[in-house]
């Protein structure tokens, strides 16, 4: 629990939830686990604010309550996930990745439950009916029986899951009716969701019907009694009650890491050996698990048959195009054995490092030039480097790759290793050699990517703080032309009322736009490396 | 051994300058003296952020995602801050935030029934309602208290002296009300309270043996 991350989870609480919850949520996250009481106490807030707080974040399940350190007699303490909090800032990546998969149903669907928290299915379908009703034309209306095969997609390939079940009292560890194990009273492990053996059944619901759009009071009777029986539905009880599902990001992390693999492959190689990665890929997505050294072995016999049609290349080239992919330096596939034609494996994890090390390379190289770059690079292959080495092999003056690797050397890029030829550490007698770790340098660059993202949001919030007063007033001159235009006034009003906002002031909303644009788009791509780096350290943890 | 390097000299450093590259005698960079600057001119611009559809898109989206859940029931909003005085205004002016809390709730059989908020209703309705209520239990706990306290003075009055239980009966009955007090005042006839008053009969019956010490 790192400066950085703390204010970077205060930051996106305070965006999306208010000041409140972001008070509470970073008293939780520095002081570890809490109860009610002693965080009211510490925050100052009042208690029923509190209270609220807690209920919405543990609604987007980013707080999770268990009985405290004094057993199931005492009070109930609150614990916040700080992992969850960051994932807020890749809700737009999600929402993007569903309707590229499973188009603007998909999308609405992950978005409302993004939205919510934790949703049942029945009141899912409702609203996205609803939203997708109000975007179609006059006449058109959205059929539930759509929405329902939509959500059902995302279930079957695990996109969405079913929340685990919470006990009232917060003894959670009693309730996950699939562990076996007898669950300790005061430590009991979270309920992980895939416990749950019914974690992806789709309940029976009957919810027919189609979307209801909100029109205007001329359509009459036959709006009147749809809207009745639209009541009815919604108190009649639809087969799922206290069911809830909640968005796996687990598995839409899994589908980015395939992703960058798929494009690292195509930028390195060429399109179609990336097609072939995408096939090994996309047959050992269900047998493979989620932190796998590599993916299922195949054979190329599977993955011929299995290539999309579109490809129709020989099995001879088939053949070659693995071969390829395997004598790569960057050793993204390797054959694992000789039956069914050659079996091939995807190295997930030597892949995301491999990925780690071009995002750190690229990060000297933006920073400090293409010869400091140079430097770095031989120090990630050659380990361990005297001063005059290092001048040698990059074949730079001794002065500049001085200062260069002084430079690194204060960025704490590179580091310095003593090695002593005498049991004093003397200094005449002492090797020094520079040397470059992977696993740290990621970790540093980590926090400098939350400090980052930090400080875009901050600046945003200043920009737009700044600036109250000229949006305000373009809002309110807005809502005096809709309003206008809504009730029929002839140009000469509106331009009047277009004339209320000066030239100059135009120009620096355009300006305050512009920038707030820049901020926003930079903070999604901030994500994309941050996101790389969580998953190579998260994959070295692992794997030890 | 150790001792040799350190009194000589404040020119030494802890590790070797030439290993290190430094020559002797080179013009070494001038050593800074004030922390950085808080915007250091950038030497390599960054890199251009990436254009098209899909970032335009995901800006789109993360726009939306931000102004939709300001709207919704999840945006905690403050307290309203106490005013210092009641104002005629404010009776016409909306200035208490929509309170969200009945917009919605959480299903209470999955989170613990602690963080559950008892909604206070609109004062108009109940007005005349609550008063009554309020006013009873209080009258109740008033009687409450008062068999109390008679039954802890029947007690003293057995245990210990009449002056003491004349003193705490003073200061349980001026706490209660006015009957006792009326009582103890036309006992005697005077103004004063008579358990206030020392008569001096307790002077001097304590025993004078130890003449060393001082009486006051």
Not at chain 1, 157 to 178: E, I, K, V, Y
Not at chain 1, 395 to 406: C, G, R, S
Not at chain 1, 501 to 530: W, Y
Request: proline share 5%; aromatic share 8%; glycine share 6%.
């Amino acid at each position: 629990m790192t400066v950085q991350e703390v204010r970077l989870c205060g930051l996106l609480l305070q965006e999306h939830f208010g000041e409140v919850v972001e008070k509470v949520g970073t008293e939780l996250l520095r002081s570890g686990a809490l109860n009610l009481r002693a965080l009211a106490h510490q925050t100052g807030i009042q208690l029923d604010l509190v209270k609220k707080s807690l209920c919405v974040l543990a609604q987007h399940s980013m707080c999770v309550f268990g009985p405290g350190r004094r057993g199931p007699g005492g009070p109930v303490e609150y614990t916040v996930n700080s992992e969850r909090i960051l994932y807020m800032l890749r809700y737009p990546r999600y929402i993007y990745t569903a309707k590229s998969l499973y188009g603007d149903t998909g999308e609405l669907v992950i978005e409302e439950i993004l939205q919510r928290g934790q949703m049942t299915m029945s009141s899912t379908v409702k609203t996205v009916a609803d939203r997708l009703t109000h975007s179609m034309e006059d006449g058109q209306s959205m059929e539930y029986s759509e929405v329902i095969a939509a959500f059902t997609r995302l279930v079957e390939t695990h996109f969405l899951q079913r929340c685990p079940l919470m006990d009232n009292a917060g003894a959670a560890g009693r309730t996950s009716s699939a562990v076996s194990e007898s669950p300790a009273p005061a430590a009991a492990p979270p309920v992980q969701p895939e416990n749950f053996p019914d974690c992806y059944k789709i309940p029976q619901i009957h919810l027919t019907g189609r979307g209801k759009r909100r029109r205007s009071s001329e359509d009459g009777d036959a709006e009147e009694r749809g809207t009745k029986k639209a009541k009815v539905d919604s108190a009649a009880v639809c087969g799922d009650e206290g069911i809830y599902w909640q968005v796996n990001f687990e598995r839409f992390h899994l589908h980015f890491r395939h992703q960058a693999i798929i494009s690292a492959v195509a930028s390195k190689l060429d399109q179609t050996s990336s097609e072939i990665v995408r096939t090994m890929l996309r047959l050992s997505e269900v047998t493979t698990p989620a932190n796998a050294t590599y993916t299922q072995a195949l054979s190329a016999n599977e993955i011929f048959r299995a290539l999309p049609a579109s490809y129709n290349i020989g099995r001879p080239i088939l053949d070659q195009y693995l071969t390829l992919l395997v004598d790569d330096p960057m050793e993204f596939v390797s054959k694992t054995g000789d039956s069914g034609g050659g079996m091939y494996v995807v190295n997930l994890h030597r892949a995301l490092a491999n990925l780690a090390r071009a995002t750190l390379e690229s990060v000297v190289q933006e920073r400090f030039g293409s010869r400091s770059a140079r430097i770095f690079r031989l120090l990630l292959r050659k380990r361990h480097l005297e001063q005059k080495q290092v001048e040698d092999f990059a074949m730079i003056p001794a002065k500049e790759a001085k200062d260069m690797l002084y430079t690194l050397l204060s960025e704490n890029l590179v580091q310095l290793q003593e090695i002593p030829k005498t049991p004093d550490y003397a200094p005449s007698r002492t090797f020094y050699l520079y040397t470059v770790n992977q696993l740290p340098t990621a970790r540093l660059l980590l926090q400098n990517c939350y400090k980052a993202v930090g400080n875009l949001i901050e600046r945003r919030l200043f920009e737009t703080k700044e600036n109250k007063r000229h949006l305000e007033k373009s809002q309110r001159i807005e809502a005096i032309l809709a309003s206008l235009q809504a009730s029929g006034a002839d140009a000469a009003q509106l331009t009047e009322v277009e004339e209320m906002i000066t030239p100059p002031e135009r120009q620096q909303l355009e300006a305050l736009r512009h920038h707030i644009n820049k901020l926003d788009s930079s903070e999604n791509q901030v994500d994309e490396t941050i996101f790389l780096l969580e998953s190579y350290i998260s994959s070295t943890s692992s794997s030890r | 051994m150790a001792g040799r390097g350190r009194g000589r000299g404040r020119g030494q450093l802890s590790f070797c300058m030439e290993a290190v590259g430094i020559g002797k005698g080179e013009n070494l960079p001038p050593s800074t003296v004030q922390p950085t600057q808080l915007f250091p001119p950038l030497e390599h611009k960054p890199v251009p952020l990436q254009t098209g559809e899909e970032a335009e898109y995901m800006l789109a989206l993360k726009q939306e995602f931000r102004a939709a859940m300001k709207t919704l029931p999840f945006y905690v909003r403050p307290a309203a801050p106490k005013k210092d005085v009641e104002r005629y205004s404010d009776k016409y002016q909306n200035t208490e935030p929509s309170d969200n809390t009945t917009e919605w709730s959480p299903d209470w059989r999955r989170f613990p029934k602690e963080l559950r908020v008892r909604v206070k209703r609109p004062l108009s309705e109940k007005s005349t309602v609550v008063p009554k209520h309020s006013k009873q239990p209080r009258v109740d706990k008033e009687e409450i208290i008062r068999k109390l306290e008679t039954l802890e003075k029947k007690e003293e009055e057995v245990s210990s002296d009449e002056e003491e239980g004349e003193k705490k009966k003073t200061e349980e009955e001026e706490a209660e009300g006015e009957e006792e007090y009326d009582e103890e005042e036309f006992e005697e006839e005077t103004d004063y309270i008579m358990s206030y008053f020392d008569n001096g009969e307790d002077f001097g019956a304590d025993s004078d043996d130890n003449m060393d010490e001082a009486i006051y």
